[in-house]
C-alpha cells in the first residue's frame, strides 16, 4: 500500500509541475511580471490563516497593501486569488474554508481599491499541498493564499 500511495503523490506531483508550466507558457511578460512582484513580496513571509478560520490577520495587512499598489500598476492584469487549508478536517468543510479564505483577501484587495473584476477567489481545500501535514509548521505553511494571473480563456 505504501509503494501505491507513493506512486500516486508522484504522479499528483507530476499532473501539477505539468499544469504549472502550461500556465507559464501561456502568460504575457507584463502578466508573468506583474506576477512575479507579488510573490516577491508575498513568498518569503506567506499569508497565512489560522486553523479553522478565514479572517486576514493584522500580520498580513502591509503585505496585502504593498500587492494593492504592484496590482494598482498592472492595470490590465487580473488575478486568480488561491485559497487553501492544511490537511485536517474533511474535503468539504476544507473546499468552503479556501474559498472563504480567498474572499476575504478579494475583499481587503477591492477595499484598496483593486476592481472586484480584477480579482476572482477560488478555493482549492486540501488538495494542493506544499507542506508536509503530519506537522504543525507544514500545516500552518498550507494554510495560505497564493496570487496567479488570471488567463484570459479561464
Not at 11 to 26: D, F, M, N, T, Y
Not at 66 to 76: D, E, G, L
Not at 131 to 154: K, Q, Y
Request: glycine content about 6%.
Amino acid at each position: 500500500a505504501s509503494l501505491k500511495a507513493e506512486a500516486e503523490e508522484a504522479a499528483r506531483i507530476a499532473a501539477e509541475k505539468a499544469r504549472v508550466a502550461a500556465e507559464e507558457a501561456r502568460l504575457t511578460k507584463i502578466e508573468r511580471t506583474c506576477r512575479d512582484k507579488i510573490r516577491d513580496v508575498i513568498e518569503p513571509d506567506p499569508i497565512k490563516f489560522q486553523t479553522s478560520r478565514s479572517r486576514v490577520r493584522k500580520a498580513a495587512r502591509g503585505q496585502l497593501d504593498k500587492v494593492i499598489k504592484i496590482a494598482a500598476a498592472c492595470p490590465t492584469v487580473k488575478f486568480r486569488i488561491e485559497g487553501h487549508t492544511d490537511g485536517l478536517g474533511d474535503a468539504g468543510t476544507n473546499l468552503w474554508l479556501s474559498k472563504q479564505r480567498a474572499k476575504a483577501v478579494v475583499e481587503y484587495l477591492v477595499r484598496g481599491g483593486i476592481s472586484p473584476d480584477r480579482v476572482r477567489p477560488v478555493g482549492y481545500g486540501k488538495t494542493r499541498p506544499i507542506a508536509d501535514n503530519a506537522t504543525r509548521a507544514g500545516r500552518a505553511l498550507n494554510r495560505r493564499i497564493d496570487f496567479n494571473v488570471e488567463l484570459s480563456s479561464e
